[in-house]
């Protein structure tokens, strides 16, 4: 009977694991939805799309956590509007991109991002935004080559000050448990926090459906996973201080509302770039690109009224 009570424990043990085994691949199926074209780059194929004009100053979209470059459409689409060509792409481990393994540290998206970037030619002068993990990713990544950002835009960036809770705490920190509860938690939690948004207002069509549907596809719950305790582990101050010190500028948009990201992080960000401008967007949450696109997009307008060139 105990062998028999073990094996059902175990068995329940293993179950969410599971879970992701029965997930869909991402495949040459899967991205026949695709609205983009696709790069091989070292690590893998990575999904990327252009918007706007064909000529014009560049402007790079780095994406969050869990939600993929769909999430840029509005600003993309405001951006094209104000004369920027416009790249977006997927992460590894989100949307149409590969599910390559490895920690999801600086290194890693910022080698995605580098490989990107040679293969569409672009190598200097281009503005590069980052949305929340994004923003880390941005931030990581215009420290290391400051010489080719023309201005760095982060939008409710991670590597500030964040709230994460004491689940997000678990699984990030402590090792077997915090997988086990990644896949036995996370995929509900995930789908109740998208749904909860449907009642509000978003520019970009479809959204949520896409949040909920990256839950299909292998690898997006261990991407999720391996950011937790990579890019999203530590705050940025050095390279933020580093920025300062190199004269990038910088545009900080933070939701007043935001209870992932606390408003807060504006001071923060203050002490480390004092000539970072900064707005606060009222009655704005954590979803800044599609709940505020207009709001985010007229920052942006206002930081470069000299004009593009």
Not at 116 to 145: C, K, N, P, V, W
Not at 182 to 207: D, I, K, N, W, Y
Not at 269 to 286: F, I, K, N, P, T
Request: charged share 20%.
């Amino acid at each position: 009977m105990l062998w028999f009570v073990l094996l059902v424990l175990v068995l329940a043990a293993l179950l969410p694991f599971a879970d992701e085994w029965r997930r869909k691949p991402m495949n040459a199926a899967a991205r026949a939805a695709a609205k983009g074209a696709f790069a091989d780059l070292s690590q893998g194929r990575t999904c990327y799309r252009w918007t706007g004009p064909l000529r014009g100053p560049v402007a790079v979209c780095v994406h969050g956590l869990t939600t993929p470059s769909q999430v840029w459409d509005s600003i993309a689409e405001g951006l094209a509007a104000q004369g920027f060509r416009v790249l977006t792409y997927d992460l590894y481990g989100r949307g149409f991109s590969d599910r390559p393994p490895g920690r999801q540290d600086a290194g890693f998206f910022c080698t995605q991002l580098e490989d990107l970037l040679e293969d569409q030619g672009i190598s200097q002068d281009f503005t590069l935004l980052g949305y929340s993990m994004g923003g880390a990713i941005a931030t990581a990544y215009a420290a290391r080559h400051p010489d080719q950002i023309r201005q760095l835009i982060l939008i409710a960036s991670a590597g500030v000050e964040t709230e994460p809770g004491r689940f997000a705490a678990l699984v990030r920190h402590v090792p077997l448990l915090g997988d086990w509860l990644m896949h036995a938690v996370f995929p509900r939690a995930h789908t109740r926090a998208c749904a909860a948004e449907r009642s509000l207002p978003s520019s970009v069509p479809g959204l949520i459906d896409t949040q909920i549907g990256e839950l299909r596809y292998k690898g997006f719950v261990p991407a999720v996973l391996s950011s937790m305790r990579g890019i999203l582990a530590r705050p940025q101050e050095e390279e933020h201080r580093s920025l300062h010190r190199a004269g990038v500028p910088v545009l900080a948009v933070w939701g007043k509302e935001d209870a992932l990201i606390p408003v807060t992080a504006a001071g923060r960000l203050a002490e480390w770039s004092r000539l970072a401008r900064q707005d606060v967007v009222e009655g704005a949450g954590h979803g800044l690109p599609y709940s505020h696109a207009e709001a985010v997009l007229q920052a942006i307008s206002q930081s470069h009224e000299g004009g593009l060139t």
